[in-house]
């Protein structure tokens, strides 16, 4: 049971590339998120989705989209890289509701120069 | 604002017991969840907490007191894997959840 997979682990981007971050989930999760974990900073939610098709912003949304074709997956794009980006990204799923535990991937490493 | 409180570092002693500590001043609350982190790895959910009291499960326990904001996990029996990050999560009135910084927990022989 693979659980939540990010695409790829590591990557380093020029200042103004843009990429996406692929995530899927086998779990049939109804609900789907976006963070990104800076050091000394808690986990800030950047998009989130409660099903297919549907997407909303969290509390850093600028610089980034996503979007949720498949039920199974959420991507998420950055345009324009910019350094204040670098960062770890996390893809965490859960089952529908707001009181779910949240199921992480392992992350993906993003350097921008 | 909303804020969570945790410690930055402890250090405990293998065999011993610990507890990690986490305030939280939000708008509204809907329950509080504890997180693992092993250093380069994704976050793994530990407990959920909405009602006050002590919730056991194994070597781990969470607590709850919503009138005074504030949490604590504890850890019995301490092993050398228990060395991670832990990281406290509150659900707010919007069901929005808002994480803490972690406590970086280093366990010495």
């Known amino acids: 049971n693979a659980g939540v997979t990010q695409t790829p682990k590591f990557r380093v981007l020029k200042t103004g590339q843009s990429m996406t971050l692929l995530c899927a989930q086998d779990?049939?999760?109804?609900?789907m998120y976006w963070y990104r974990q800076d050091p000394g900073m808690g986990l800030r939610l950047i998009h989130y989705?409660?099903?297919?098709?549907?997407?909303a912003k969290g509390e850093v949304p600028d610089g980034y989209n996503v979007s949720r074709l498949k039920k199974q997956n959420f991507l998420l794009g950055l345009e324009s890289a910019a350094p204040s980006q670098t960062s770890v990204y996390f893809c965490?799923?859960?089952?529908?509701?707001?009181?779910?535990?949240?199921?992480f991937g392992d992350g993906t490493r993003l350097s921008i120069l | 604002g909303q804020n969570i409180d945790q410690p930055t570092e402890m250090t405990a002693t293998e065999g011993a017991i610990v507890q990690i500590n986490c305030t939280y001043q939000?708008?509204?609350?809907?329950?509080l969840f504890w997180y693992q982190q092993h250093a380069g790895e994704a976050p793994t959910f530990l407990s959920y907490?909405?009602l006050d009291g002590l919730e056991e499960k194994g070597r781990f326990s969470s607590f709850l007191s919503r009138s005074k904001g504030y949490s604590y996990l504890l850890l019995k029996e301490l092993q050398m894997k228990d060395s991670a990050s832990y990281l406290c999560?509150?659900?707010?009135?919007?069901?929005?959840?808002?994480w803490g910084a972690g406590t970086k927990l280093i366990i010495k022989p």
């Open positions: 965490a799923s859960s089952e529908a509701g707001d009181n779910q535990p949240q199921h």
């Open positions: 989705s409660v099903g297919e098709g549907t997407t």
């Open positions: 999560a509150v659900l707010d009135s919007n069901y929005q959840l808002i």
């Open positions: 907490n909405v």
């Open positions: 939000t708008s509204g609350f809907n329950g």
């Open positions: 779990m049939n999760h109804e609900y």
